[in-house]
Nanobody, 116 residues
């Protein structure tokens, strides 16, 4: 059974930084394109950053230039470095497969709250 465990969220002031981690178990991690998703309050979950293989990264316009996605296949972990955070980045962050037509069962996510 695949499990996704997100961590690293918290409360931060605007302009601050956080680093999220997501550890994946129960599957062959390296063959999956992985992404970070965000569910802002009252909004649908959206894909904001994704990584294909180990270095092909892509970002939604809302986070481009501020967020960096990376992965460590040996640790079965995907990261999201978030800099210059804004109040509109507030939400629950999840990791999962990206652009592969299906998803693993979603994890609990990690809450990020950015105060102005």
């Amino acid at each position: 059974q695949v499990q996704l465990v997100e961590s690293g969220g918290g409360l931060v002031q605007a302009g601050g930084s956080l680093r999220l981690s997501c550890t994946v178990s129960g599957t062959i991690f390296s063959t999956n394109h992985m992404g970070w998703y965000r569910r802002a309050p009252g909004q649908a979950r959206e894909l904001i950053a994704w990584i294909i293989r180990t270095s092909d990264t892509n970002y939604a316009d809302s986070v481009k230039g501020r967020f960096t996605i990376s992965r460590d296949n040996a640790k079965k972990t995907v990261y999201l470095q978030m800099n210059n955070l804004k109040p509109e980045d507030t939400g629950v962050y999840y990791c999962n497969k990206a652009l592969m037509g299906s998803h693993f069962t979603w994890g609990q996510g990690t809450q990020v709250t950015v105060s102005s």
